[in-house]
């Protein structure tokens, strides 16, 4: 019989999944820097979005995620995630707002 035991890492994901906001305002500066530039995308492959785990339905993204990805729908932005696939697969968080949304 296998039981997978909680890692800290597992505990701190499960934390972090009920309270997004340290994701999203890191976001949300890369999103005013792309803005600033007068772009009306921002990409990004931290907090899991590039590991692969969101190689999936968005049913199941891991928590965190979810949260970032409703958050940012919440506040009015187009929140997706792309891939590409060639030798290996890359993934990522893809945010568009104004006319591209």
Known sequence: MTTER???????NITRSK????AVDTILKGIRAAAVNGKREYITR??????G??????DNYPALCKAILKELRDLGYKADIGS???QFVDVWLYVRWGEQA
Request: include cysteine.
């Open 6 to 12: 909680l890692t800290a890492a597992m505990a701190e």
């Open 53 to 58: 785990s969101c190689y999936t339905a968005e």
């Open 46 to 51: 931290e907090y899991g979005f590039g590991d």
């Open 19 to 22: 309270d997004p906001a340290f």
């Open 84 to 86: 590409s696939c060639g």
